[in-house]
């Protein structure tokens, strides 16, 4: 399986954008989604995750109700959609892809990275007025 993400940039604080990760190789239907993101000098956190199977969501605290996860298995893309964004949401943004069928617990989330196998190259996104 390849990830490849897409849609970064630079946007004004309040703004939006939306993040897709395209996959190859492997059906993303058979796959938990997650997406992490790793800011200067921070260590890398997840921030969203979807299941493979019933479509359930869990979401980092500070990201809940500004961020969505969403998946197309027709398309095998992943999209993040970020509104709202913050100067705190800069970071290298990564797709990544787990075998499992279940999301960690939203207390486990963010430091869950070990659990996934398949990673994306990143892709920047820098909230800056």
């Known amino acids: 399986l390849q990830l490849v993400e897409s849609g970064g940039g630079l946007v004004q604080p309040g703004g939006s954008l939306t993040l897709s990760c395209a996959a190859s190789g492997l059906p993303l239907e058979y796959f938990t989604m997650a997406w992490f993101r790793q800011a200067p000098g921070k260590e890398r956190e997840g921030i969203a995750c979807r299941t493979s199977r019933t479509d359930k969501t869990v979401y980092l605290g500070s990201v809940k109700d500004r961020f969505t996860i969403s998946r197309d298995n027709a398309k095998n893309t992943v999209t993040l959609q970020m509104n709202s964004l913050k100067p705190d949401d800069t970071a290298v943004y990564y797709c990544?892809?787990?075998?499992?069928?279940?999301?960690?617990?939203?207390?486990?989330?963010?430091?869950?990275?070990?659990?996934?196998?398949?990673w994306g190259q990143g892709t920047q996104v820098t909230v800056s007025s």
């Open positions: 990544s892809a787990d075998y499992r069928s279940f999301c960690p617990t939203p207390g486990e989330l963010p430091n869950s990275g070990h659990e996934y196998d398949f």
